[in-house]
């Protein structure tokens, strides 16, 4: 079974936890997940207004937005070829075992960061399984991911013990962060127009934040979470002429490929 594009209005189990492949005339531009990631980091710290709370702990969940998919790091240094473009495979590919390895791993390898950053990857990474839904059961995948979500239950447990953390603002903070990851995959992916539920602040109902396009690296976004008229975020992605013919070529040319930098828009709607 694949990893596929998460809905943001069903909340499902799915998300895009491989590489981004941006693909334009002059080529694909790659984006690793750690990079993506970064984008909803910067979100993070702009986050904020006189409806939206600002997040708190401020810089422990900016650091957990910005690390949540440290699990990918290694792997997009060399990834799959998807054989159909000649591009590196895209997160709607990618098997269930190999995600579930690796977003095991993932909340450890933050650890020694932030046990804050660190519960907060645990609880993103929950979020993808534990209200999974397929057309088809399977007894060994769903065993596989039964064991998972109660490995990183037991994980959050200790860590909310242990940092004498308030459950509800963990999980509040854990909307948050999907909020924010949805914003930043939304800049990168073709899915608007669509919309997340997001929390505004403690003790309030949640808000339906819709996206849609407003030109080429532009998002409208509305209701308007931030405290600037207009955010612009940056990261790095690899830039690919074109398609490899096979899997060791794909590696050679991505650790040949010049790196560019790409920014993205987003502003409210008028």
């Given at each position: 079974m694949s990893v596929r594009?998460?809905?943001?209005?069903?909340?499902?189990?799915?998300?895009?936890?491989?590489?981004?492949?941006?693909?334009?005339?002059?080529?694909a531009f790659c984006v690793g997940q750690a990079a993506h990631a970064w984008v909803s980091g910067q979100l993070a710290r702009r986050?904020?207004?006189?409806?939206?709370?600002?997040?708190?702990?401020f810089d422990e969940f900016c650091l957990g937005a910005e690390q949540h998919d440290v699990g990918m790091a290694e792997w997009d240094l060399a990834p799959t070829l998807d054989e159909d473009s000649g591009f590196p495979t895209s997160f709607m590919d990618m098997?269930?075992?190999l995600h579930l390895n690796l977003w095991s791993a993932a909340p450890r390898r933050v650890l020694t960061l932030s046990p804050y950053a660190a519960l907060l990857t645990s609880m993103h990474g929950h979020?993808?399984?534990?209200d999974r839904q397929t057309p088809e059961p399977d007894p060994e995948e769903d065993d596989r991911v039964r064991r998972f979500v109660e490995e990183q239950e037991a994980f959050q447990r200790e860590l909310l013990d242990r940092l004498g953390e308030d459950p509800d603002r963990a999980r509040h903070n854990q909307r948050l962060l999907w909020s924010l990851d949805f914003l930043s995959l939304s800049l990168f992916m073709d899915w608007a127009p669509?919309?997340?539920?997001?929390?505004?602040?403690?003790?309030?109902?949640?808000?339906?934040?819709?996206v849609a396009p407003a030109g080429e690296d532009r998002l409208r976004v509305?209701?308007?979470?931030?405290?600037e008229d207009e955010v612009r975020v940056r990261c790095q992605a690899r830039h690919l002429a074109g398609p490899a013919s096979g899997e060791d070529e794909l590696h050679r040319a991505l650790a040949a490929a010049p790196w560019v930098r790409l920014e993205r828009t987003l502003v409210p709607l008028p």
């Open positions: 594009p998460r809905c943001a209005r069903t909340c499902l189990w799915i998300d895009p936890l491989a590489m981004i492949v941006v693909q334009r005339d002059e080529g986050w904020g207004n006189g409806r939206f709370a600002a997040p708190e702990p098997p269930l075992s979020a993808l399984y534990a669509d919309s997340v539920p997001t929390p505004t602040r403690s003790g309030e109902p949640e808000v339906e934040i819709r509305t209701p308007w979470p931030f405290g």
